[in-house]
Nanobody, 121 residues
Framework: QVQLVESGGGLVQAGGSLRLSCAASAPTFSSYAMGWFRQAPGKEREFVAAIHWNGISTYYADSVKGRFTISRDNAENTVYLQMNRLKPEDTAVYYC??????????????WGRGTLVTVSS
């Protein structure tokens, strides 16, 4: 059973930065593209960013392009999301999961508890 543990969320003012981490227990972590997703109150979970297993190729939702950067450390089974120039509309619970490359939905059935990001105006 894959376990995903997200961390790094918090309260930040608009324009600020946060760095999220996601630790995965999957032994084949380095074989999967990984993605970040978020769910705002009253809304469906949406795709944010993804990174190839090679750690080089990435793609992003238009709403975060140029502000967020996804990265990974395969030796640590961890994927990161650096979030800069945060906006109030970035407020959400953030989750990670594996993705099919160029896909925008989670691949593993199990989701972590997520980490809450709150951006004040």
């Amino acid at each position: 059973q894959v376990q995903l543990v997200e961390s790094g969320g918090g309260l930040v003012q608009a324009g600020g930065s946060l760095r999220l981490s996601c630790a995965a227990s999957a032994p084949t972590f380095s074989s999967y593209a990984m993605g970040w997703f978020r769910q705002a109150p009253g809304k469906e979970r949406e795709f944010v960013a993804a990174i190839h297993w090679n750690g080089i190729s990435t793609y992003y939702a238009d709403s975060v392009k140029g502000r967020f950067t996804i990265s990974r450390d395969n030796a640590e089974n961890t994927v990161y999301l650096q979030m800069n120039r945060l906006k109030p509309e970035d407020t959400a619970v953030y989750y990670c999961n594996a993705v099919n490359w160029l896909g925008r939905s989670g691949l593993w059935g199990a989701w972590g508890r997520g980490t809450l990001v709150t951006v004040s105006s």
